[in-house]
């Protein structure tokens, strides 16, 4: 039996808990649910075993821990709750509990305690495992976020594009300027996170060249690291995720407006303040923090006003049908959904079309596709099937990890589609 006081954490979020009707308006669109047809799978089942955690009825057994995992925190279930109920934000607290209860399983706890928050160490290990690629994996195309995800997923025939040969921040200075004649109209943080800076710099690289053509000047400081929601909304250890977010928001103290390309990593630093403020001086610094974080294209579109003609469409895509997925983080967390689709049909060069159910979640989830790679592969099948049936050339996304996922998908279902993050469209 465990007291009420062993979750902490759910207390906070008891009002939530109480919405629930059990109505079931969730298993329509829950991603899990729609795969696995049982209780535990969908909001509704999650809710009652949150319910009987903190009260005391059920400790949280291995059983337990594993259905709060399995949950891709898509936020399909609130937008379909009439109640309102806030789910995602009940499980994150739950594994927050969890967390603290029955540690954080192995090679996991060394990783998110000791590896991602000292980037230095963390590249030089992502360096390492770099130069066992070509042994270990058959050639595709990149790398996800973490290298123990990395090398876990090696046994599951996953496609996993390999590890850049140069990391971003070493290839671009911390500050960079608009070109000579270019006046500066503002000055932004750049958050690259882990992908783009270890698989995807190229596109760090164009962002960056794109930025500086249109009156942006890019800092890039050298102290920001991962942006932890691996390890506290995936993991709960709030502990660690606090020393992250406290280095990240010393990184970019002194700039108005930081810009990121990746979805989940915006909507996770955005939650800093949700989740990991323990004091009033650390909420009102991770609300600030907050209040500085654009996607890149609601950048451009909002704050920046560029007009069509300032994109260009580069040679290879003109020409060619495009579609566009929508992340989670990007459409529900952050409320980003008609920026990149505006910049997208602005385009005179390509032939735009929207894709099914865009916003339905590719399955990707971080940790949530390593640790259940098969139900991953099922939920990425259904997205591969709605990109096959709109004939496009090119699948456009804005955030690094669902591009991952979609290469995997698309590639394990014989089709040929160019998986690319939308900045990489423009010259």
């Not at 009940?90 to 706890?109: C, E, H, M, W």
């Not at 200075?173 to 503002?186: D, H, I, L, Q, W």
């Not at 500085?292 to 920046?304: A, G, M, N, Q, S």
Request: charged letters at 25%; one cysteine or more.
């Amino acid at each position: 039996m465990t007291a009420k006081n062993d979750y902490p954490e759910l207390a906070k979020f008891k009002d939530d808990l109480d919405k629930c009707t059990k109505c079931g308006f969730c298993m329509s669109a829950c991603p899990v649910y729609r795969e696995q047809k049982i209780e535990t799978a969908v909001a509704r089942g999650k809710i009652m075993l949150a319910r009987s955690l903190l009260d005391g009825g059920r400790k949280a057994s291995k059983e337990a821990a594993e259905m709060l995992d399995q949950c891709t925190l898509c936020m399909t279930c609130e937008q379909k709750c009439p109640a309102g109920t806030h789910v995602p934000e009940l499980i994150t607290a739950a594994r927050a509990d969890k967390a603290r209860q029955r540690g954080v399983s192995f090679p996991y706890n060394f990783i998110f305690r000791w590896l991602l928050p000292r980037r230095r160490l963390f590249g030089y290990t992502v360096r390492f495992a770099s130069w066992f690629q070509g042994i270990f994996l058959p050639k595709t195309q990149g790398s996800i976020r973490h290298l123990s995800l990395f090398l876990s997923a090696l046994g599951k025939g996953r496609h996993i594009p390999q590890i850049a040969p140069r990391f971003l921040r070493r290839s671009v200075p911390e500050v960079n300027s608009p070109p000579p004649g270019v006046a500066t109209k503002f000055t932004v943080g750049y958050f690259t996170g882990c992908m783009t800076d270890y698989v995807f710099p190229e596109l760090g690289k164009q962002i960056i060249r794109f930025l500086n053509k249109n009156g942006v000047a890019v800092i890039m400081p050298r102290g920001q690291g991962c942006c932890g929601a691996p390890v506290f909304l995936g993991a709960g250890d709030f502990k660690t995720g606090r020393k992250m977010a406290d280095a990240n928001v010393k990184a970019f103290q002194d700039l108005d407006y930081i810009i990121t390309d990746c979805a989940t990593c915006a909507s996770s630093m955005k939650d800093y303040a949700k989740f990991l403020a323990d004091t009033p001086e650390r909420k009102q610094r991770y609300t600030e923090f907050a209040a500085k974080i654009k996607d890149i294209t609601e950048f451009l579109v909002d704050i920046l006003k560029l007009p069509p003609a300032a994109y260009t469409v580069a040679p290879e895509f003109r020409g060619k049908t495009v579609t566009f997925h929508e992340p989670c983080h990007l459409g529900r967390y952050l409320g980003v959904k008609e920026q990149p689709r505006q910049i997208l049909k602005s385009l005179p060069d390509i032939k735009y079309v929207e894709l099914p159910d865009a916003d339905r979640c590719c399955g990707m989830a971080g940790t949530f596709s390593i640790h259940f790679y098969e139900l991953s592969r099922k939920i990425g099948d259904k997205k591969a099937a709605a990109i096959k049936s709109t004939g496009a050339d090119v699948v456009v996304t804005d955030c690094p990890g669902c591009q991952i996922q979609l290469i995997d998908s698309t590639t394990r279902n014989g089709m040929t589609q160019n998986i690319r993050h939308i900045m990489e469209l423009f010259e």
